[in-house]
């Protein structure tokens, strides 16, 4: 195949093919004895599923798990990707606690309503439940995301279950790309009720992205397994 046959197959332009060639994305070309590029269908195959695996976790992540694919053993290929289906699963998980975690804020707005000792969580259980390390929940606190209650003498965090729903809202917007200050003005705006419902459409759009992110990684699907057959069976 030429580069103009690969790029239409593709969808990418033939400079594309040629830079994302540079960066290895895809094997290199053999040289045909005019000095042309000599592409396989695997090529194709190569530059489809990074289109879809760039769409789902971005270029970076994109072009390490294609080289993965391609130099590990099949089973070892299939969990990379597997991997990243739990993970797009627990980003929508969390996204829907969030939601629900909003709700109950809205709800409870005025209410004082009564708390179990059994909902609270400590540092390193809400850690867990968050997919968070502890460390991020004390930087949460210094910059006033989140306020966890403190009990002991040892003055171990002890997250009511007001601040494990804070602390799950302030996850799924930091998951979308808030920065610090932005998560910070979200936050100081749940009392009213144009903060809850502007901070419930962006848990929508949050859960909209992770729907597309996943349909990308479904479309690369197919490619990712001609790869792995390809590859382990000598074919392209």
């Known amino acids: 195949m030429r580069t103009v046959d690969v790029a239409r197959e593709s969808g990418y332009s033939v400079q594309q093919v040629r830079d994302l060639e540079r960066l290895g994305v895809i094997p290199p070309a053999v040289r045909a004895a005019n000095g042309y590029r000599a592409y396989t269908p695997a090529h194709v195959h190569a530059l489809r599923a990074y289109r879809g695996l760039a769409g789902a976790v971005g270029p970076v992540e994109a072009r ?64 867990g439940a968050l997919g968070v390390r502890p460390s991020t929940l004390r930087f949460w606190e210094q910059e006033g995301l989140v306020a966890p209650e403190r009990v002991t003498t040892l003055r171990a965090r002890r997250y009511g279950l007001a601040a494990v729903r804070a602390a ?11 920065g610090i200050p932005a998560v910070r003005e979200i936050m100081g705006s749940l009392d009213r009720l144009d903060g809850l419902e502007d901070t419930a459409r962006l848990l929508g759009q949050r859960l909209d992205r ?27």
């Not at 799950?168 to 808030?178: D, E, F, H, M, P």
Request: charged share 30%.
């Open 64 to 127: 390490r798990l294609l080289a993965r694919v391609r130099t590990r053993t099949l089973a070892e290929a299939a969990a990379a990707v597997s991997a990243l289906h739990v993970r797009l699963a627990r980003e929508r998980d969390e996204a829907l606690r969030a939601e629900e975690a909003l709700r109950a804020i809205r709800d409870e707005a005025g209410t004082g309503g009564a708390e179990r000792d059994s909902d609270a969580m400590t540092i390193t259980e809400l850690a």
């Open 168 to 178: 799950r809202v302030v996850a799924a917007l930091r998951g979308s790309g808030y």
């Open 210 to 236: 992770i729907a597309d992110r996943t349909v990308a990684l479904l479309r690369a699907g197919a490619d990712l397994a001609a790869i792995c057959e390809g590859e382990r069976s000598g074919r392209g």
